[in-house]
């Protein structure tokens, strides 16, 4: 019997699942599999591990859940704590594979892993899609990413007259009891990940688990249960609980829910409860989030480089006593430290609280932003490759932003933490 395989890595859902889809449609059995990569949980060139507890612990959670859901669609998931250029070899003889379905991916490591396995074999029948993005690379106005434009307002605007977004697929139906296989495979614990176990801190700002039924309840609190939706821009910028944002990255970032399902939820938002800046501005995000992919597309490995998209040449200082400093909240300002501290202590951080611990560590410190961006892939739950160093490169003074700003930090903790009510949580003393 031909077998479709569906490897999973940043797609971790089954609906709206473009690879799981077309596999299903190939007509083949179709099995599935999820590589816990060692390589992405050792220690990079700065000393920090690729993938920390709280991302780790996140990613554990959305996989059970995925198990789980293809299982309900009489589909296995073959599961490792190994190298998919070690495994996919061996299963691809054992069951019978001829094809393979995968999400495109064009990042250094990623890419690299892809293709050191299509050459060792050279027989299976490849299908990679897009399919992490708002708006697919067909339909966006610049069909040679060469052309994409260096600043974000004029890439919006245009795809906002000339995009569309896609509408998600239809829901696949269970297959006959036949499709499944013997799996006896497991999902490694953090220990065998070479992780530390950790209890959730109750400050957290992001106490929710991973998974795509988790993902969907979010939206159904975040949208209909509370309608904060309908006040996002306002509060956006907020730093302490839950519902100031939409807390919807982490999901985003592994998969386990698609922009496009946001955007549908958040056009049925608008057509029954309310359609205002608010809603809008969540779309706005999608966007920029889209923004960084394309950016990454066009600028390939450039944006791992110090010099960034734009070639500078500044003068990177590398202190090791500066990065514990800033690490384990030691700096001469308050706001800087109470958010590097909520991030070593919950893996979460703000955006409002990631602009001004960059700027201060690129801008006022002239540190090698590269050693930052390292050290929010390892730490951050919701890590995405393209936007963590798109926004970095961004803050630096690298990137996409023509204007090089360096944010007024004292300004920023009065203007958006006035009554210290965030430096105070993770502070844990009155200072104010």
Known sequence: MNTSLVWFKNDLRVQDQQSLYNAVASGNRVIALYCFEPAFFKEDVFGFKKTEKYRAQFLVETILELKNSLLSLNIDLLLYNDYASNIIHEIAQQYTITDIFL????????ATIITSIKEKNPTLTWHE???QFLFHPEDIPYQAFEKLPNVFTTFRKECEKKAVVRPTLEPIQQLPISNRIQNNTKIPTLSALGLDDFIVDTR????????????KKRVHHYFWETQKLAYYKKTRNG??????SSKLSPWLANGSISPRQIYWEVKQFEKEIKKNQDTYWLIFELIWRDYFKYVSLKYGNAIFKIGGILSKDYAWHTNKAALQDWIHGRTPYDFVNANMIELR??????NRGRQNVA????????QDWRIGAAYFESMLIDYDVHSNYGNWMYNAGV?????DRRFNIKSQAERYDPQGKFRKLWLQETLF
Request: aromatic content about 16%; overall charge negative.
């Open 345 to 350: 202590e919950t893996g979460w951080m703000s």
């Open 129 to 131: 899609t897009y399919d």
């Open 103 to 110: 999400q495109k991916e064009w990042t250094h490591e990623e």
């Open 204 to 215: 957290t700002a992001f106490p929710y688990k991973g998974g795509e039924i988790q993902a």
């Open 399 to 403: 990137g996409n932003d023509p204007r």
């Open 239 to 244: 730093l302490v609980g839950t519902d100031y």
């Open 359 to 366: 700027s201060y560590w690129a801008k006022e410190l002239k």
